[in-house]
């Protein structure tokens, strides 16, 4: 695809997904391979933080609070009480901490010892990338003012404002259900068409990906990747009818948003195995998508890309460790 040949000059020449060589292959000039433990293989990469990404991103939040504020007025409608809002973003928060420190002390115990999931391991600094993470405009600062936003603007439905209804585990699973099914659709999108790959290229420079580079790519990538399948799923739970509550969203959005982050690790994490009998995104599955691009475009099941054909097993892949030949 268009996508691929973006970054294969760049790849080593066994980082295709097994099969048969050609005849004359051999022959054929190969690329370079990228350097040891760099992630960071496209030339072309937005500069993040720059006065060309946070000036329109901050004008078009303040422009959107002062309309719905007025809104608000016009119709005469309550603010809603921010104790729910608080109480999700500091569940994501606090499942930070506990992804940050647990990764912390994997990666202090396995570094150096083969057991990344690829041939060559990704390394960071730990300041630079939590200070990375924490001022990226299309990390934080687009996904809290949309929580706050969409909260205190009253444009959830009613239910979800519900924070005495006990916490639904159901209600939660189709919440990722419903969400992992339109970044799917979104995110073939994104890869088939080049017009719209352009907002998603910047996230595919890391084609070795590491846990800190789950939310690096730009502003126009979480906003069709991220905050439209987000609000897409409340709108069409809330049309089905289903009584989802603000415990049902806040734990979405906590495991939502920390698993995320997990399944861009540079290692594979002890329920792995487990997770991929039954269907469910493992960091293995979403790092072939990184390498090869052309599969596993779900990112918390692989149900859909089981069913539309679109799915790699990491073990056909050359470039990982785990790799079984034929």
């Known amino acids: 695809t268009w996508a691929t040949r973006q970054v294969v ?8 997904a097994s099969g048969a060589m050609n005849p004359g ?5 190969q690329a370079a391979p990228a350097k040891e433990a760099k992630a960071y293989v496209l030339k072309r990469k937005t500069k993040k933080g720059g006065m060309q990404q946070w000036v329109p991103l901050i004008s ?10 007025q809104r608000m007025v016009d119709q005469n409608i309550a603010f809603p009480d921010w ?23 994997r990666k202090r115990r396995l570094h150096g010892k083969g057991k990344n999931i690829q041939q060559r391991e990704p390394d960071f600094d730990w300041k630079t990338e939590l200070l990375g993470h924490a001022t990226r405009p299309e990390a934080f600062f687009m996904l809290v003012p949309y ?3 969409t909260w205190m603007f009253k444009l959830m439905p009613e239910s979800y404002y519900d924070m005495d209804t006990p916490l639904n585990l159901f209600h939660v699973f189709l919440q990722f259900a419903v969400y992992d ?3 799917y659709c979104v995110h073939r999108v994104q890869h088939k068409v080049e017009t719209v790959y352009v907002t998603h290229k910047d996230h595919h420079a890391f084609i070795n990906p590491h846990l ?7 502003v126009q990538d979480t906003t069709l990747l991220i905050l439209i399948p987000l609000y897409s799923t409340v709108l069409i ?13 806040a734990w979405f959005g906590c495991t939502y948003a920390n698993y995320f982050m997990l399944i861009h690790s540079e290692y594979s994490n002890p329920w792995d195995t487990a997770f991929e009998m039954i269907g469910i995104g493992t960091a293995r599955d979403h790092n072939v998508h990184h390498s090869q691009l052309r599969y596993n475009f779900g990112h918390f099941f692989m149900w859909w890309d089981q069913l539309c054909g679109t799915y790699l097993s990491h073990t056909k892949v050359k470039r990982n460790r785990t790799y079984v030949a034929g």
């Open 25 to 29: 292959e051999a022959s054929q000039p």
């Open 60 to 69: 078009c939040e303040v422009l959107l609070c002062v309309l719905l504020y």
């Open 237 to 249: 739970l809330g049309s089905l009818g289903f009584h989802i509550s603000q415990r049902d969203y």
């Open 83 to 105: 104790w729910g809002l608080w109480l999700g973003i500091r569940g994501v928060l606090l499942g930070h901490i506990v992804v940050f420190t647990y990764h912390f002390f």
């Open 212 to 218: 800190f580079n789950a939310y690096s790519g730009s």
């Open 147 to 149: 929580l706050s936003i």
């Open 9 to 16: 000059v760049a790849m080593a020449p066994n980082v295709e």
């Open 181 to 183: 099914f339109i970044t």
